[in-house]
Antibody, heavy 116, light 108 residues
Framework: EVQLVQSGAEEKKPGESLKISCKAS????????IAWVRQMPGKGLEWMGIVHPSNSDIRYSPSFQGQVTFSADKSVSTAYLQWNSLQSSDTAIYYC?????????WGQGTLVTVSS | EIVLTQSPGTLSLSPGERATLSCRAS???????LAWYQQKPGQAPRLLICDASNRATGIPDRFSGSGSGTDFSLTINRLEPEDFAVYYC?????????FGGGTQVEMK
């Protein structure tokens, strides 16, 4: 069974750094892209970008370029989303998803709250 | 970057009725790589349709997708109570994928 399990909710202050994770199981992690999707409170889905765990192909949406960093560790079948300096506007649920003819499997989401 | 515009913003229907949702792209979607998702409150999205018209695994046949180029639609025949949710389209025909703004299907 394909599963993507994300790390737990985070509460951070503006300016702090953060790295959240997405652990994949039930399939060959290196064969599929992982997408990251943001959903701000009460709003729609925003495609942040995509990372390939095998060839390290990474693409960022222009809206997120320079604001976040994607990475992946094949040895533990885990993808990561990282911020160096959070802002209150980063408060949202972040989903990872396997890209396969669209996003066919999703993580449960990680709620990130940034508040002073 | 391709912009996807979904309409209507909200659709008010009764169980048993048919829902038709539209997704219009600002430029042609390469390969008709257009997906539809359903999202219920407090849940992650669920893939319904990929490649414009192919139902994902386990999706009931009352859901169907159609369209090509810049105009796509999702039809839900005979709405069931569990179908009331928000629906999003997404294109992945370019290197930068994008989502539409969503259509909420609410119970009249």
């Amino acid at each position: 069974e394909v599963q993507l399990v994300q790390s737990g909710a985070e509460e951070k202050k503006p300016g702090e750094s953060l790295k959240i994770s997405c652990k994949a199981s039930g399939y060959s992690f290196t064969n599929y892209y992982i997408a990251w999707v943001r959903q701000m409170p009460g709003k729609g889905l925003e495609w942040m970008g995509i990372v390939h765990p095998s060839n390290s192909d990474i693409r960022y949406s222009p809206s997120f370029q320079g604001q976040v960093t994607f990475s992946a560790d094949k040895s533990v079948s885990t993808a990561y989303l990282q911020w160096n300096s959070l802002q209150s506007s980063d408060t949202a649920i972040y989903y990872c998803a396997r890209h396969n003819c669209g996003c066919d499997h999703w993580g449960q989401g990680t709620l990130v709250t940034v508040s002073s | 970057e391709i912009v996807l515009t979904q309409s209507p913003g909200t659709l008010s229907l009764s169980p048993g009725e048919r829902a038709t949702l539209s997704c219009r792209a600002s430029q042609s979607v390469t390969g008709n790589y257009l997906a539809w998702y359903q999202q219920k409150p407090g849940q992650a999205p669920r893939l319904l349709i990929c490649d414009a018209s192919n139902r994902a695994t386990g999706i009931p046949d009352r859901f169907s997708g159609s369209g090509s180029g810049t105009d796509f639609s999702l039809t839900i025949n005979r709405l069931e109570p569990e179908d009331f949710a928000v629906y999003y389209c997404q294109q992945h025909g370019t290197s930068l994928h994008t989502f539409g703004g969503g259509t909420q299907v609410e119970m009249k």
